[in-house]
């Protein structure tokens, strides 16, 4: 059983920055793909970006390429979401999630799930 938790989230002004950071534990963190999702209010959750195990491949939505980047540190436990130039339309909760699959960009396919860190991007 792997636990998530999120955190680096909160109230940012419209062009600035965030790092979110997801720390792992319970489970082996270097044996999963992991991935952020975002679901603003009334929304769908929405998949943002995944990385594989070691880290060597990484994919991020068109939506948020060139603002958001994934990255992870094995040694720590820990994925990350740097995301830059935040819009309003950013606003919402960050989840980050475990799988066991090589790699994944659909919900289903997550095995763990954080409770979400907020964020909210003021224009």
């Known amino acids: 059983q792997v636990q998530l938790i999120e955190s680096g989230g909160g109230l940012v002004q419209a062009g600035g920055s965030l790092t979110l950071s997801c720390a792992a534990s319970g489970g082996t963190f270097s044996s999963y793909a992991m991935g952020w999702f975002r679901q603003a209010p009334g929304e769908e959750r929405d998949f943002l970006a995944t990385?594989?195990?070691?880290?060597?491949?990484?994919y991020i939505v068109p939506s948020v390429e060139g603002r958001f980047t994934i990255s992870r540190d094995n040694a720590k436990n820990s994925v990350y979401l740097q995301m830059n130039s935040l819009k309003p339309e950013d606003t919402a909760v960050y989840y980050c999630?475990?799988?066991?699959?090589?790699?994944?960009?659909?919900?289903?396919?997550?095995?763990?799930w954080g409770q979400g860190t907020r964020v909210t991007v003021s224009s």
């Open positions: 999630a475990a799988t066991r699959k090589f790699t994944a960009t659909l919900a289903y396919e997550y095995d763990y």
């Open positions: 990385i594989t195990v070691t880290g060597a491949i990484t």
